[in-house]
């Protein structure tokens, strides 16, 4: 059974830093892709990043290009999502998804088969 696991989040105040960790377990992701996506009440769900196991394709959305960077341990089977210069407007619930339906571009949320429960990552001002 696959599992997709979100740690990391919590309270920092505007201009710091937090990383997340994503943990896939129960099958090898080895080709697919990994993305983090945040959604603030009464928002859609957002784009914030996305990485193949292997490294060949990184993507970041608008509002995080420069201040966020996605990585990845193979051996841990552990993405992580380092969140500098943060906002307010970075508040919200970020979530883990794991493999990527053929077909489907990384940055759509409509695409991943798996997904964690979520991590509280609040900025205050």
């Known amino acids: 059974q696959v599992q997709v696991e979100e740690s990391g989040g919590g309270l920092v105040q505007a201009g710091g830093s937090l990383r997340l960790s994503c943990a896939a377990s129960?099958?090898?992701?080895?080709?697919?892709?990994m993305g983090w996506f945040r959604q603030a009440p009464g928002k859609e769900r957002e784009f914030v990043a996305t990485?193949?196991?292997?490294?060949?394709?990184?993507g970041y959305g608008d509002s995080v290009k420069g201040r966020f960077t996605i990585s990845r341990d193979n051996a841990k089977s552990t993405v992580y999502l380092q969140m500098n210069s943060l906002k307010p407007e970075d508040t919200a619930v970020y979530y883990c998804a794991a493999e990527l339906r053929p077909g489907f571009p990384p940055h759509l949320h409509q695409g991943y088969n798996y997904w964690g429960q979520g991590t509280q990552v609040t900025v205050s001002s």
């Open positions: 129960g099958r090898t992701f080895s080709s697919s892709f």
């Open positions: 990485i193949r196991w292997n490294g060949a394709s990184i």
